[in-house]
């Protein structure tokens, strides 16, 4: 099955034209707006920072083996949340994650030219609280999700011809390569953290830290126009309930996933005001859950009998994000304008729309440089599949199957506040829309929206050491 599915894996890879750009490598000096590559760093630093798990703030962070090659990636991101009014009930929950990665540069240790092995291994705990007091299928806290401790990073990097053609290979997941943002972390919601979340209502894409089998590649075309395309390996057996990421076969895999990308880089090119645009999508040549139909045609969540299994879905999409204003005092200040459009083009889905539109100010008063202002807008619409299964769980229930609302629309304003070198906080306030209950369906009425309030804290460990040493 192995060699089967690798065999698959290569075919879709190459009839996919898997190229893109060089990866920049981003630093936790780095802000939003200074950020000029949109081919993601997929170091275990980089995916870490384009998570949402580090601070902003210029830091030096203790690094004893930076000389033999080696960079060490230590960090941890909680994040909490209530619901005061709306949802199935009041309640409170927190999430937690702590990251450690190490980079190797195989060009120090081995004098193989362009060569690193990223590592990373998480520790995710906690409860969300959409699935234990709103019941829909977004959370307001991104970090939950396989809950346990996990291998989440081990692959090999290889860049070609200066940086023009690289690919990357091993156990990854395709949410920290593809459909990435530096704006999108400087959220909470789920809907924007770590990607737009319709990537996963209609496609298999795996998201982090739940690895498997992949391989990616770029090619820039241009300083400013890049490809981008990558294989990754579906099984259920990834990221479910006793998975840590440590078995490596590919025995229950139903096949491959394939997201492709092209981009345009103005920041590439010197522009004052850089932007990003970017028109991709993905074929998904696996197998999923009917969102609506048993095997025997029935309506699988009124027979409780198991969902019927479809092959094949693919979606769509454009993104860009935008400098507005841009100004250096010491640090670019300026605000940014991003959003997205999602749809599903072939398959049975359980949303077949997605908008996004979101501004960020970096840099907010006098001596506050690196603190943000972010607000964010996502409407998610439910297909008829869904409302036809969320109406007859209702009738069930000994309510009105009528007048379900197809939209969940959430926002979020938050304020992140740097608070030295190695500390960051994210106090934040969302609002839902229309909880879409696909997590609860059997409720005799819509439940209200609901008005949550979050807060985030990201510690950077490695800054905090060499913050103590040097006050010593």
């Keep these: ?146 809950q346990n401790t996990h291998l989440a990073l081990l692959t090999w990097q290889q860049k070609l011809f200066d940086g023009k053609f690289e690919f990357e290979l091993g156990r990854s997941v395709s949410n920290v390569a593809f459909t990435t943002s530096p704006y999108y972390c400087a959220f909470q919601t789920n809907a924007v953290c770590g990607n737009p979340v319709f990537v996963y209502f209609a496609g298999n894409s795996s998201g982090f830290p739940a690895s498997r089998w ?134 049975r889905v359980p949303s077949d729309r997605f908008f996004e539109l979101g501004l960020l100010q970096t840099g907010t008063f006098r001596g506050r440089d690196t603190d943000t202002i972010g607000f964010v807008v996502t409407d998610q619409r439910l297909s008829e599949l869904a409302i036809r299964r969320l109406a007859a769980a209702r009738i069930a229930a000994g309510g009105d199957g009528d007048g379900i609302d197809r939209h969940q629309v959430m926002l979020e304003l938050n304020y992140g506040l740097q608070l030295g070198r190695a500390l960051r906080v994210l106090p934040n306030v969302q609002y839902i829309v229309n909880p879409d209950q696909l997590s609860a369906p059997f409720q005799r009425k819509a439940s209200g929206d609901a008005l949550v309030f979050g807060f985030r804290l990201s510690v950077d460990a490695l800054a905090l050491h060499d913050i103590a040493k040097k006050g010593q």
């Design 1 to 146: 099955m192995t060699g089967r599915w690798l065999a698959a894996c290569v075919a879709a890879f190459v009839g996919a034209c898997p190229q893109s750009g060089h990866t920049q490598s981003t630093s936790s000096q780095s802000t939003p707006l200074e950020r000029t590559s949109r081919i993601p760093d997929t170091s275990a630093a980089g995916i870490a920072e384009t998570l949402g798990d580090t601070p902003t703030a210029p830091i030096s962070p203790w690094q004893p083996f930076a000389k033999d090659g080696v960079a060490l990636t230590l960090t941890y991101t909680g994040e909490a949340a209530t619901n005061v009014t709306g949802g199935l009930t009041r309640d409170a929950a927190y999430a937690g994650q702590v990251f450690a990665g190490v980079d190797a540069d195989l060009d120090r240790i081995l004098g193989i030219p362009g060569a690193t092995i990223h590592v990373a291994m998480t520790n995710r705990h906690g409860q969300s609280l959409s699935a234990i007091a709103i019941g829909n299928n977004t959370s307001v806290q991104e970090i939950f999700g396989t």
């Design 214 to 347: 992949a391989m990616h590649a770029t090619v820039r075309f241009t300083p400013s126009v890049s490809f981008h395309a990558g294989a990754y390996e579906v099984n259920p057996d990834r990221g479910a309930r006793g998975d840590h990421g440590f078995d490596f076969g590919t025995a229950n895999a139903t096949g491959v996933y394939v997201p492709f990308e092209l981009a345009y880089d103005s920041g590439a090119a010197g522009a004052r005001l850089p932007g990003h645009y970017q028109v991709g999508g993905w074929l998904d040549r696996s197998s999923y859950e009917d969102p609506l139909r048993d095997d025997a045609g029935g309506i699988a969540v009124l027979t409780g009998a198991t969902p019927a299994r479809r092959f094949g879905r693919t979606g769509g999409y454009v993104r860009f994000d935008q400098a507005l204003t841009r100004k250096a005092s010491p640090t670019p200040r300026g605000l940014g304008i991003f959003g997205v459009a999602m749809a599903n083009i072939d398959g």
